[in-house]
């Protein structure tokens, strides 16, 4: 092998090396990363969503009782998975005991979710208020 192969072998080398460690690191930080939620074909996990996503508060009468939630909003999480058109579809939210709703996205406009995984909508009946989301799928 003379000098200018060998030069090549190394550099090929180098970043095959570079894409593999890269790759791993991506991978391990995912899984630290622990929670996610599956949107359209995306998975979204919450350290994302709350580190990119706009945080809002809703106070909200429970029962009597004034009570403050705060999260990401749902139309920006929707903008990160980058569904085409958010305004022309509909959305299921699925809890992971299957419990569901479908909403519109005027709805995804006012709601958030919680780093819990509750999504709250001030605007709706409490039927809508979903715990342990897993799923948004887009229809």
């Excluded at 200018?4 to 080398?13: D, G, N, R, T």
């Excluded at 406009?109 to 208020?129: C, D, H, Q, S, V």
């Amino acid at each position: 092998m003379n000098k200018k192969e060998a030069i090549v072998s190394a550099v090929a080398f180098f970043l095959l090396a570079t894409g593999i460690t890269s790759n791993a690191y991506l991978h391990l930080r995912h899984i630290e990363k622990g929670d996610y939620i599956s949107i359209g074909n995306e998975k979204v996990y919450i350290d994302d969503i709350f580190e990119t996503c706009g945080i809002m508060t809703f106070e909200v009468n429970e029962k009597g009782v004034m009570k403050n939630y705060t999260g990401a909003l749902l139309s920006d999480i929707i903008n990160m998975s980058h569904i085409e058109n958010p305004q022309e579809h509909k959305y299921v939210i699925i809890a992971s005991d299957g419990y569901q709703k479908t909403v519109e996205w005027k709805d995804m406009m006012n709601g958030i979710i919680t780093e819990e995984k509750r999504i709250i909508f001030p605007n709706l009946p409490r039927a809508f208020w979903i715990r342990d989301v897993i799923k948004i799928e887009v229809m």
